[in-house]
């Protein structure tokens, strides 16, 4: 094993940069960066992740590119092996060792499938199909691609299926997973999560579970999330379509594990996938929007005015509009304004609730214009920032048309005293009618003349005589109704 590894790395080193970018293509590694970023990706792939296949396909790049040298014109048709190269110093401390010659096939590649414009053979195009993409997630990082997504395809005519899958951890994945620090009790931050996804290659498609689907991981059976309660008659309940986490029931070893995914066949192709994620929190989501999602506030005030322009075809001038300090959301002023740029409004959302919403249940749309708000397209309004720091005081404020702002202090609630002046009860001065607002009071306002009624007693004084006569004729019968003593003289003073 340890010859085929150093015959692997060897061969690697000879390869050029299409070459290593068909044998990373090949594994589904990334094939951007420069010749030396390529060659020490493809000597980490053969370092840690050296299979058969992999083997296999180094094995029959090297022989392709000697069997094109040997074929140009002028050349003689026998294979002559390259000179001994030196291993790459952080896998065998640079030291040489002679790559053995590889046997080729004696095959006229060139007459074979034609040539390019410099001469050079060419292998027979292969037809690519395209692959199912799953849409990116903004609470996880892949790290690796364990399994491509693949279709479930159904063995018989049974309404359900199992699917199963086998694969082994390398020592670089299995360590990453240990040292990774704890979300929850029992929960890792670096994880092995499966993806199920409609089998749709014309866009990325999002996670989607098949009916009656089970997760068995080796001999345990994963938990899938629920259904979330629906409390409107007649409306199905709706599944959140998750990740589904299956770290802790696999073996953290060179061991392999087995999956088995059990669905239900109802005439739709579904396809899964299994990737080495790092799961993110909230903060840490946040942290890095306000590291990279800044936007200027000197943007933000061009954008101000780019709404407010006169439009030549309105008949209707804007001079001015509102914005609201507090989150629609919680209902509680900003601390981190944030919207979408594909927005068409200047209110602003709370990132910090927003985020936390999301990572509990996904949805990214915006709460103020209900359109599409995802986690890439977020950015801090940077000329509100600055704005709930100078304006403490303050609710909403109004954007002007040359881009300045002003504070709009909330209106003070209207007293509740009556407006109507109370009327002394008897005075001689009534003649039935109400007095005008225009009064001579201070600051315009209308004087109103107010009755103490504990300083005039001689009403109280004539109600006791009436009571106590009344008291000494009970037995006699029925008084007649008392008459009111001002009768005369009450007015409405509403």
Not at 37 to 43: H, N, S, Y
Not at 70 to 88: D, M, V
Not at 116 to 136: A, D, I, T
Not at 286 to 302: D, F, N, S, V
């Amino acid at each position: 094993m340890a010859a085929e590894l150093v015959e692997a790395k060897n061969m690697v080193m000879s390869f050029r940069v299409s070459d290593l970018q068909m044998l990373l293509g090949f594994v589904g590694r990334s094939k951007s960066g420069l010749k030396h970023e390529l060659v020490t990706r493809a000597l980490q792939l053969v370092q840690f992740d050296c299979s058969p296949e992999v083997f296999k396909k180094i094995k029959e790049l090297y022989e392709t590119r000697y069997a094109k040298k040997s074929s140009e014109p002028g050349q003689p048709q026998q294979h002559r092996p390259p000179e001994a190269l030196s291993i790459h110093s952080s896998y065998d401390r640079g030291s040489t060792v002679a790559r053995t010659s590889l046997s080729t096939p004696n095959i006229d590649y060139p007459a074979l499938y034609g040539k390019y414009l410099n001469g050079l053979g060419r292998l027979p195009p292969k037809v690519v199909k395209p692959e199912v993409r799953l849409v990116k997630l903004p609470f996880y990082t892949t790290l690796d691609e364990l399994l491509k997504p693949t279709e479930l395809v159904p063995q018989n005519n049974e309404k359900l299926q199992e699917s199963p899958c086998i694969f082994a951890l390398t020592p670089r994945q299995v360590e990453l997973i240990r040292n990774s620090r704890e979300l929850q009790a029992g929960v890792k931050s670096v994880q092995v999560v499966l993806r199920i996804c409609y089998t749709d290659t014309s866009s990325p498609q999002e996670d989607q579970y098949p009916p009656n689907i089970a997760v068995k991981v080796n001999h345990s059976y994963c938990s899938v999330p629920g259904y979330y309660p629906s409390n409107k008659p007649g409306v199905e309940p709706k599944r959140p379509c998750r990740p589904i986490n299956l770290t802790h029931l696999m073996y953290l070893s060179a061991a392999t594990n087995r999956i088995t995914v059990t669905w239900g066949n109802y005439g739709k192709s579904y396809s899964v996938g299994l990737y080495l994620v790092r799961q993110m929190t909230s903060a840490e989501l946040l942290q890095r929007l306000k590291t990279i999602g800044i936007k200027h506030p000197e943007l933000c005030k061009a954008l101000v005015k780019e709404k407010l322009r006169l439009d030549p075809d309105s008949e209707i001038a804007t001079t001015g509009v509102r914005v609201s300090l507090i989150c629609p959301l919680v209902k509680m002023r900003l601390s981190v304004p944030c919207r979408a740029e594909t927005c068409a409004h200047l209110q602003c959302f709370d990132a910090v609730f927003y985020l936390q919403m999301n990572e509990k249940k996904p949805t990214w749309m915006c709460p103020v214009c209900d359109k599409p708000a995802p986690y890439d397209q977020l950015i801090i309004d940077g000329l509100l920032s600055k704005i709930l720091t100078a304006c403490e005081d303050a609710d909403e404020i109004e954007y002007l048309v040359d881009g300045s702002w002003c504070p709009i202090k909330a209106e003070k609630e209207r007293s509740c005293s009556p407006q109507c002046p109370i009327l002394v009860l008897g005075s001689s001065d009534i003649n039935g009618l109400l007095p005008t607002p225009n009064g001579n009071g201070e600051n315009g306002k209308v004087t109103a003349d107010v009755v103490d009624l504990t300083l005039d007693s001689s009403s109280s004084e004539e109600e006791e005589e009436e009571d106590d006569e009344e008291d000494d004729d009970d037995d006699d019968g029925p008084q007649p109704k008392r008459r009111c003593s001002y009768e005369k003289g009450l007015v409405s003073a509403c």
